[in-house]
T-cell receptor, first 113, second 119 residues
Framework: DAKTTQPTSMDCAEGRAANLPCNHS???????VYWYRQIHSQGPQYIIH???NNETNEMASLIITEDRKSSTLILPHATLRDTAVYYC??????????????FGQGTRLTINP | ETGVTQTPRHLVMGMTNKKSLKCEQH?????MYWYKQSAKKPLELMFV???????ENNSVPSRFSPECPNSSHLFLHLHTLQPEDSALYLC??????????????????FGPGTRLTVL
């Protein structure tokens, strides 16, 4: 799986949009970008994933650059409950069987009142 | 609630004890995973089960013994652990992609974890 690079930490004001960047310059054509978050001492929570088109769900939007070498997770109206470590993971899809996730250090996002 | 439950949520055990962690998923998935998260370290995969068969063991010491009796249940049996085994143990489940047809996504969903302290 391709390696990802994320900032160690970020701050955002409550009510503003939080934009979390991720670099994955070695991503291959059949690798997806996944985002999870982990609130302190809880299990990781799936947020969103995408291949090359921008994606949006009830939690967030995922913007993937045209060359697919980077992406941005957008939380449109951050709340205090969005304070967590956010993980950007690149992984193969369409492979038969069960595939592991490789977690990095992630970005510690702090939402300030 | 993700549809993946883990019990107990907290466990304190001595080095000579034998205990088991339990994971149950209610999502109809057929793959299950154990991950370990030590303090200030990324999550790391321990075991993968696909249709009840172990498909990956990430060089885990034998004092950790997994068991997957069916696609909905996963256990981690613990014996003679060391204090450095204290960590958050996380279970996850997903669909497992087949040769043709079937589910199109194998997104993993995690349980809340068991916080293990070894004295």
């Amino acid at each position: 799986d391709a390696k990802t690079t994320q900032p160690t930490s970020m701050d955002c004001a409550e009510g503003r949009a939080a934009n979390l960047p991720c670099n994955h310059s070695t991503i291959s054509g059949n690798e997806y970008v996944y985002w999870y978050r982990q609130i302190h001492s809880q299990g990781p929570q799936y947020i969103i994933h995408g291949l090359k088109n921008n994606e949006t769900n009830e939690m967030a939007s995922l913007i993937i650059t045209e060359d697919r070498k980077s992406s941005t997770l957008i939380l449109p109206h951050a709340t205090l409950r969005d304070t967590a470590v956010y993980y950007c993971i690149v992984r193969l899809m369409g492979i038969q069987g069960a595939q592991k996730l490789v977690f990095g250090q992630g970005t510690r996002l702090t939402i300030n009142p | 609630e993700t549809g993946v439950t883990q019990t107990p949520r907290h466990l304190v055990m001595g080095m000579t004890n034998k205990k088991s962690l339990k994971c149950e998923q209610h999502l109809g998935h057929n793959a299950m995973y154990w991950y370990k998260q030590s303090a200030k370290k990324p999550l790391e995969l321990m075991f993968v089960y696909n249709f009840k068969e172990q498909t990956e063991n990430n060089s885990v010491p034998s004092r950790f013994s997994p068991e997957c009796p069916n696609s909905s249940h996963l256990f981690l049996h613990l014996h003679t652990l060391q204090p450095e085994d204290s960590a958050l143990y996380l279970c996850a489940s997903s669909y497992s992609l087949g040769l043709a047809g079937g589910p199109r996504t194998d997104t993993q969903y995690f349980g809340p974890g068991t916080r293990l302290t070894v004295l």
